[in-house]
């Protein structure tokens, strides 16, 4: 379904709208939406919520509860990694929304992340 997607980091500079497309699934979601020209896509599936964007600067960082995961920036031979560690994701959804609340740490800072989609 189309909905409008809010990502909001809590800075200044860090709330960002787009358009996108939201999908439901037995086991979790998937979010498509444009920013900055870029594509990306948002998924959740078996606690682990996946965010990847194509563009630009490719970037692809996987979140889950209390685990260190990475994020990855580049392709092939001009990528390169760094780690990233999830202390909290909180997703509330029903049948036309999905609100995710992300706090994790990477790069020695911590980031609050909170992500909407509306129908």
């Known amino acids: 379904m189309k ?9 200044p500079d860090g709330y960002f709208t787009a358009k996108g497309e939201l999908n439901f699934g037995e ?5 498509f ?7 990306c896509f948002l998924s ?3 606690g ?3 965010q990847e964007r194509r563009g630009s600067v490719p970037m692809l960082m996987r979140f889950k ?6 994020c990855i920036l580049g392709m092939g031979v001009s990528s390169g990694s760094f780690p990233v560690f999830t202390n909290k994701i909180e997703i509330k959804n029903d049948e ?19 992500i ?4």
């Open 33 to 39: 939406y444009d920013l900055d020209g870029d594509k």
């Open 27 to 31: 086991l979790g979601f998937g979010l």
């Open 116 to 119: 909407t989609a509306k129908a």
């Open 96 to 114: 036309k929304s999905v609100e995710i609340k992300l706090n994790y740490t990477c790069g020695g800072e911590n980031i609050n992340l909170q």
């Open 65 to 70: 509860a209390g685990q260190e995961t990475s």
């Open 3 to 11: 909905c409008k997607v809010i990502l909001n980091n809590g800075k």
């Open 48 to 50: 682990e919520l996946v």
């Open 44 to 46: 959740y599936k078996n």
